[in-house]
């Protein structure tokens, strides 16, 4: 499997819901972050996670991680339509340059209103 | 917006023709990406320009040739494409290495087509 795979492909909740994705690696990382695509568009930033933390918010997304067991996790809590998008994990390997990202191949979120 | 913006948006070409897809950054960054996005699969690095190093994933054919003139502006020169280059386009920029973290923004990207 690739590095940076999430977990599940797709998900589909009910507004006011929680969602939870998942996403492993295989590498050493200097840092994990997530980042959301709406559909044909650009990626956008939403949280970085360094390597020594374990768990960090930003308003309504929490996200943990795991280096024990190379996963980490990205909670939306209280969810809108609005957060319906494809959800990307990416990791900066430690054998590589900070200036590289690998991602996975992303949670596709649906928010039912 | 992001700081990042990208030219065209959408691109129709033929097999034979050459085109070129722009990206420029206002962020005062010093490495600039190329990604490509199929259907899918995972984001697939293509070219990177960092500082003065050029970092190439040596799977991209040769009838994809990136041009950076500057730390602002970056290009992806296209000839001779097949179908199967049909994506989307990604450009993103970053601060570069030694800056930290090293989160990249990325541009609304470019639907690339190809009859």
């Known amino acids: 499997s690739q590095q940076g795979e999430e977990d599940p492909q797709a998900l589909s909740i009910q507004e006011g819901e929680n969602a939870t994705m998942n996403c492993s690696y295989k590498t050493s990382i200097n840092n994990l972050q997530w980042y959301r695509q709406n559909s044909g568009r650009g990626l956008v930033h939403l949280i970085l996670i360094r390597s020594n933390e374990r768990e960090k918010h930003s308003g309504r997304l929490r996200v943990t991680l795991d280096t024990s067991k190379k996963s980490s996790s990205l909670l939306i809590t209280a969810s809108r339509a609005a957060d319906t998008a494809s959800y990307f994990c990416?990791?900066?390997?430690?054998?590589?340059?900070?200036?590289?990202?690998?991602f996975g191949e992303g949670t596709q979120l649906t928010v039912n209103p | 917006e992001t700081g990042v913006t990208q030219t065209p948006r959408h691109l129709v070409m033929g097999m034979t023709n050459k085109k070129s897809l722009k990206c420029e950054q206002h962020?005062?960054?010093?490495?600039m990406y190329w990604y490509k996005q199929s259907a899918k699969k995972p984001l697939e690095l293509m070219f990177v320009?960092?500082?003065?190093?050029?970092?190439e994933n040596n799977s991209v054919p040769s009838r994809f040739s990136p041009e950076c003139p500057n730390s602002s502006h970056l290009f992806l020169h296209l000839h001779t494409l097949q179908p199967e280059d049909s994506a989307l386009y990604l450009c993103?920029?970053?601060?570069?290495?030694?800056?930290?973290?090293?989160?990249?923004?990325f541009g609304p990207g470019t639907r690339l087509t190809v009859l």
């Open positions: 320009y960092s500082l003065e190093e050029r970092v």
């Open positions: 993103a920029s970053s601060h570069g290495p030694g800056q930290g973290t090293d989160t990249q923004y």
């Open positions: 990416a990791t900066a390997s430690e054998e590589t340059s900070g200036s590289r990202l690998t």
């Open positions: 962020l005062g960054h010093n490495a």
